[in-house]
T-cell receptor, first 114, second 116 residues
Framework: AQTVTQSQPEMSVQEAETVTLSCTYDTSESNYYLFWYKQPPSRQMILVIRQEAYKQQNATENRFSVNFQKAAKSFSLKISDSQLGDTAMYFCAFSVVGFQKLVFGTGTRLLVSP | GAVVSQHPSWVICKSGTSVKIECRSLDFQATTMFWYRQFPKQSLMLMATSNEGSKATYEQGVEKDKFLINHASLTLSTLTVTSAHPEDSSFYIC????????????FGPGTRLLVL
């Protein structure tokens, strides 16, 4: 079975600080994609960052970066210089190439305070 | 980035009526669209996968006669909740997969359904 585990139900951070959200996954496949999605109070799911499993280089998108450890099946998200607008639910997910479906974790609720 | 719209954003209906929700990919062709249901403070639950021009594939436990899905074109999929009951009240989200080869799903803004 393919699973995604987010062990931190809630996290909080102060504005301008850095926070890391954890994610581990389990799959026997070797070719897949990993994603972090953000769901703010509006409930719109927004793609934050994407990583191809065959790439060793960690993906970055402005203040967002990942630490992808393929052997450990770990895919953490680092948010630098946190902003109030980063307050949201963050979901880690992966998709096996050609399989189409996204497997989601249970989410981490992040609160950024002034 | 790719934009997916969903309409309506809010719907209130009486028990026994049917409700149709539309999902459109606005700036790309989506060979595959997905329908999810989300309960408060929970993750997304996949209901069905919809491929253009073919029948939808439903997840285990999802009644296909209850949740009718049509994917008539590369930019439009619809979900019809038939004979809605209060327990169908939920937040429904669609997503579209870019047909150019990427595995990324782009999500619509969701539809809040309240059945009285």
């Amino acid at each position: 079975a393919q699973t995604v585990t987010q062990s931190q139900p809630e996290m909080s951070v102060q504005e301008a600080e850095t926070v890391t959200l954890s994610c581990t996954y389990d799959t026997s496949e070797s070719n897949y994609y990993l994603f972090w999605y953000k769901q703010p109070p509006s409930r719109q799911m927004i793609l934050v960052i994407r990583q191809e499993a065959y790439k060793q280089q960690n993906a970055t998108e402005n203040r967002f970066s990942v630490n992808f450890q393929k052997a450990a099946k770990s895919f953490s998200l680092k948010i630098s210089d946190s902003q109030l607008g980063d307050t949201a639910m963050y979901f880690c997910a992966f998709s096996v190439v050609g399989f189409q479906k996204l497997v989601f974790g249970t989410g981490t609720r992040l609160l950024v305070s002034p | 980035g790719a934009v997916v719209s969903q309409h309506p954003s809010w719907v209130i209906c009486k028990s026994g009526t049917s409700v149709k929700i539309e999902c459109r990919s606005l700036d790309f062709q989506a060979t595959t669209m997905f329908w999810y249901r989300q309960f408060p403070k929970q993750s997304l639950m996949l209901m069905a996968t919809s491929n253009e021009g073919s029948k939808a594939t439903y997840e285990q436990g999802v009644e296909k006669d209850k949740f009718l899905i049509n994917h008539a074109s590369l930019t439009l999929s619809t979900l019809t909740v038939t004979s809605a009951h209060p327990e169908d009240s939920s937040f429904y989200i669609c997503s579209a997969r870019d047909g150019s080869g990427g595995e990324t799903q782009y999500f619509g803004p969701g539809t809040r359904l309240l059945v009285l």
